[in-house]
T-cell receptor, first 117, second 112 residues
Framework: NAGVMQNPRHLVRRRGQEARLRCSPV?????VYWYRQLPEEGLKFMVY????????ESGMPKERFSAEFPKEGPSILRIQQVVRGDSAAYFC???????????????FGPGTRLTVL | DQQVKQNSPSLSVQEGRISILNCDYT??????FLWYKKYPAEGPTFLIS?????DKNEDGRFTVFLNKSAKHLSLHIVPSQPGDSAVYFC???????????FGTGTRLTIIP
């Protein structure tokens, strides 16, 4: 399977614990995006990363949330001191390097469903 | 502020007929539009896209129409098949900005 991989698929945490969500992009894709979907809502953009750089984090909550995409290994979305309102589906997407300013299609992973007890 | 709106939460269509899903947007700076299909417990799957320089794009059974003056796009599926039953999201982006703004989705049910 050469698509976007996310793990774990399901994650249960108690309030105050940390959640780490992993995303491996499509092989050869250098752009990674994280989106969050609350129940009965559409996907909301959180952050856009390239290797070792955060390009746009305008959708990230100011506290407790962080993301990285290291030179080697998967992208990580980290949520510290989780609260019940963090319960959602978190989707990662990837796209290839842009050429000539054109917009490239984003391909999504299956998501991680986070439940905070 | 919901910049991309899908006003029909659900739609039922008979197998073999045409399905028409609608999407409205408020930001006239959006210049690239996409449709995604999503099954339960899976990620969105890319279907078709259209640039603002076009008003129509076709791919097999799927056609997307863009009306810039009305800030409206629609997805036509013909003929509709049972496997098309899913939630459909439209999304939009600004030139030079990678982030997608999604609508809230329309649940399409194809009746055999």
């Amino acid at each position: 399977n050469a698509g976007v991989m996310q793990n774990p698929r399901h994650l249960v945490r108690r309030r105050g614990q940390e959640a780490r969500l992993r995303c491996s992009p499509v092989k050869g894709h250098s752009h990674v995006y994280w989106y969050r979907q609350l129940p009965e809502e559409g996907l909301k953009f959180m952050v856009y990363l390239q290797k070792e750089n955060i390009i746009d984090e305008s959708g990230m909550p100011k506290e407790r949330f962080s993301a990285e995409f290291p030179k080697e290994g998967p992208s990580i979305l980290r949520i510290q001191q989780v609260v019940r309102g963090d319960s959602a589906a978190y989707f990662c997407a990837s796209s290839p390097q842009r050429r000539g300013g054109s917009t490239d299609t984003q391909y999504f992973g299956p998501g991680t469903r986070l439940t905070v007890l | 502020d919901q910049q991309v709106k899908q006003n029909s939460p659900s739609l039922s269509v008979q197998e073999g007929r045409i399905s028409i899903l609608n999407c409205d947007y408020t930001n006239s700076m959006f210049d690239y539009f996409l449709w995604y299909k999503k099954y339960p417990a899976e990620g969105p799957t890319f279907l078709i896209s259209i640039s603002s320089i076009k008003d129509k794009n076709e791919d097999g059974r799927f056609t997307v129409f863009l009306n810039k003056s009305a800030k409206h796009l629609s997805l036509h599926i013909v003929p509709s098949q049972p496997g098309d039953s899913a939630v459909y999201f439209c999304a939009a982006s600004l030139f030079g900005n990678e982030k997608l703004t999604f609508g809230t989705g329309t649940r399409l049910t194809i009746i055999p």
